[in-house]
């Protein structure tokens, strides 16, 4: 929230008008994201295919505590294996069981040590319009 704050006091003495920013705007665009912790590391110990979704055992890195991720929706496609890393951008953090589907809040990391540039992504799809 204090980011906006900063914003405000410095354009004060400028030309511009404080009067087109508008601050409740601001305000929810902080709040949606105050929740967030940074992101959680789990490591993949077994993988569980229930044909709709997909049950994902992990283990937490550097706390103890196991997570059950249940992958639904456009997720169930992604390749999820035993042994490997995905980082989990959530609400909370600290819960045993999370749902990872098109309607959730949360977002899935697959693989989020291997870097791949925007070129990639953008190449790698197709405007079928």
């Known amino acids: 929230k204090q980011w906006y ?10 030309e511009f008008s404080d009067d087109d920013i508008d601050v409740a705007v601001l305000d ?9 912790g940074r992101y959680t590391r789990v490591k993949v110990e077994a993988v569980e295919d229930c044909g709709d979704k ?4 992990c283990t937490r890195t550097g706390e103890a ?5 249940k992958v639904s929706g456009e997720w169930y496609y992604s390749d999820i294996s035993p042994g490997c890393f995905v980082h989990l951008v959530c609400e909370s953090p600290a819960s045993t069981e999370m749902e990872i589907s098109n309607c ?4 899935l990391v697959i693989h989020p040590d ?6 990639t992504i953008s190449s790698s799809v197709r405007c079928l319009r």
């Open 28 to 36: 929810k665009i902080a709040n949606t994201y105050e929740g967030y």
């Open 54 to 57: 997909k049950l994902v055992y």
């Open 65 to 69: 505590g196991q997570l059950c991720l």
């Open 114 to 119: 291997i870097l791949v540039s925007p070129t």
């Open 104 to 107: 959730s809040s949360s977002l």
């Open 5 to 14: 704050q900063r914003r405000v006091a410095i354009t004060a003495g400028d």
